[in-house]
T-cell receptor
Framework: AQSVTQLDSQVPVFEEAPVELRCNYS??????LFWYVQYPNQGLQLLLK??????LVKGINGFEAEFNKSQTSFHLRKPSVHISDTAEYFC????????????FGTGTRLLVSP | DTEVTQTPKHLVMGMTNKKSLKCEQH?????MYWYKQKAKKPPELMFV???????INESVPSRFSPECPNSSLLNLHLHALQPEDSALYLC????????????FGPGTRLTVT
């Protein structure tokens, strides 16, 4: 069975600083990996995805993530954050075969302050 | 267009009421999902429809009844809910159940009094 670990429940950072949100997964098969962002009182928006190919994926709003199979990680990065990036970020994994059930991590709250 | 719409945005209902949540997508997706999300938690899968047929029911109580009238619409009928059912209900869709990403709607904030 798959599982996703987001070790940091909250990450405080100053505006214009770089940030990394960590995500580790466990799975015995090939996986698809996703990062979603949720702003207060809204649904989830897809930030980026890794399905296959290049391990460095670029998403919306200046975010990128790197798939590292040996370390079973898919960390999310942004070189310079804005106040508007304050939100909850969920890492999710689904198996590369069969039914694509999304397994979510517990989420990381990114708090950007001036 | 990657939009999934949900109505209503907010819903307050008593424990004896019957209400419905609606979800719509026009991306030609053939898989649609209902999730429940409690505060400060990740979404939990409730139901999956594939080609308008119920594929997965994650042991959801019968007071929640899903319906997929056509490939663009998904409803969730609610009856005799409990206060602990108060949550954000999210609809999502994907090209197919074996496809990659799911696209989420904005959710319906449900309060059961």
């Amino acid at each position: 069975a798959q599982s996703v670990t987001q070790l940091d429940s909250q990450v405080p950072v100053f505006e214009e600083a770089p940030v990394e949100l960590r995500c580790n997964y466990s799975s015995s098969v090939s996986v698809y990996l996703f990062w979603y962002v949720q702003y207060p009182n809204q649904g989830l928006q897809l930030l980026l995805k890794y399905l296959s190919g290049s391990t460095l994926v670029k998403g919306i709003n200046g975010f990128e993530a790197e798939f590292n199979k040996s370390q079973t990680s898919f960390h999310l990065r942004k070189p310079s954050v804005h106040i508007s990036d304050t939100a909850e970020y969920f890492c999710a994994v689904s198996e590369g075969t069969g039914f694509q059930k999304l397994v979510f991590g517990t989420g990381t709250r990114l708090l950007v302050s001036p | 267009d990657t939009e999934v719409t949900q109505t209503p945005k907010h819903l307050v209902m008593g424990m004896t009421n019957k209400k419905s949540l609606k979800c719509e997508q026009h991306m030609g997706h053939r898989a649609m999902y209902w999730y429940k999300q409690k505060a400060k938690k990740p979404p939990e899968l409730m139901f999956v429809y594939s080609y308008e047929k119920l594929s997965i029911n994650e042991s959801v109580p019968s007071r929640f009844s899903p319906e997929c009238p056509n490939s663009s619409l998904l409803n969730l009928h609610l009856h005799a809910l409990q206060p602990e059912d108060s949550a954000l209900y999210l609809c999502a869709s994907s090209q197919a159940v074996r496809a990659g990403e799911q696209y989420f709607g904005p959710g319906t904030r449900l309060t059961v009094t």
